[in-house]
């Protein structure tokens, strides 16, 4: 059974950091683009970084380029998300994807919900101002 499992959120207050954490298990993912996705309540779930399966691509949503950084540990099977500088506006629950296809994304990775296959269960980032 596959399944991706974050780790990480909490409360913070404004201007503060966090670090996600997305283990994988049941298969591997490290020839498959990943990403990361948030939903605030009320919302759509929104794109939010993704990352090429050798993690030499990276690409981020405007509201968050320049304080979020995605990375990932292939020998580890594990995605991160380090988030600096939060706001109040980052509040949601974060998901963290796979795409299901070896080298699908090629040299790049998806950045919308429907290209995804595999989703964790999402944890919780509350920040607070």
């Known amino acids: 059974q596959v399944q991706l499992v974050e780790s990480g959120g909490g409360l913070v207050q404004a201007g503060g950091s966090l670090r996600l954490s997305c283990a994988a298990s049941?298969?591997?993912?490290?020839?498959?683009?990943m990403g990361w996705f948030r939903q605030a309540p009320g919302k759509e779930r929104e794109f939010a970084a993704a990352i090429s399966w050798d993690g030499g691509w990276t690409y981020y949503a405007n509201s968050v380029k320049g304080r979020f950084t995605i990375s990932r540990d292939n020998a580890k099977n594990t995605l991160y998300l380090q988030m600096n500088s939060l706001k109040p506006e980052d509040t949601a629950v974060y998901y963290c994807?796979?795409?299901?296809?070896?080298?699908?994304?090629?040299?790049?990775?998806?950045?919308?919900?429907?290209?995804?296959?595999?989703w964790g269960q999402g944890t919780q980032v509350t920040v607070s101002s």
């Open positions: 049941g298969r591997t993912f490290n020839r498959n683009g």
């Open positions: 994807a796979a795409d299901g296809d070896l080298y699908g994304s090629g040299r790049y990775a998806y950045t919308r919900v429907e290209e995804y296959d595999y």
